[in-house]
């Protein structure tokens, strides 16, 4: 099986849902496409019932942290899916950036990216695996606990 065949079946055999596509929040575009890439504006990890907040510290539970990320890359999904009508369109994630709501002496910003990078693998495969970007920051919009940008690389 390849990634033409099978994005969307992959997405569905996993149970995973995507969110509706999510809206700008003040003046931006949620994405561009610009020949063979697809931008996304920052998803913050934002769900039908609300945010999921930060910062996150070394003694928090990882686990809110990494569905905090996975839930971004749900959410870049379901941006990509509406851009480009399906993720059988999508060869792959080009570039992941990541910004965690961190207190000063978290250090597990990787960790964390590892949800939302698993989520991309696992419709993708690791084949196409993407290059990463995940810093800290004091805050983000809405207190949220992350916040992704992402490229897809189009077909």
């Known amino acids: 099986m390849n990634t033409v065949q099978c ?3 992959r997405l569905q055999a996993q149970g995973l849902i995507l969110p509706d596509e ?3 929040m003040g003046r931006y575009a949620v994405w561009r496409r610009d020949g063979d890439r697809l931008y996304t504006a920052g ?3 934002r769900t039908a019932d609300g945010v999921i907040p930060g910062p996150f510290g070394p ?5 809110q942290a990494e569905e905090a990320a996975r839930v971004c890359a749900l959410r870049a999904l379901a941006v990509a899916q509406a851009a480009v009508g399906s993720l059988d369109r999508v060869a792959g994630v080009a570039a992941l950036r990541g910004v965690i709501a961190a207190k000063p002496d978290f250090t597990r910003h990787s960790q964390v990216l590892d949800a939302a990078s698993e989520i991309f693998d696992s419709i993708f495969g690791p084949q196409v695996r993407c290059i990463r970007t995940a810093v800290g920051v004091s805050s ?3 207190g949220g606990g992350v916040e992704i940008e992402v490229t897809f690389a189009l077909k």
């Open 43 to 45: 998803l913050l990890s």
């Open 22 to 24: 999510p809206e700008a």
């Open 59 to 63: 003694d928090d539970d990882p686990l």
């Open 140 to 142: 983000l919009p809405a």
């Open 7 to 9: 994005a969307t079946a």
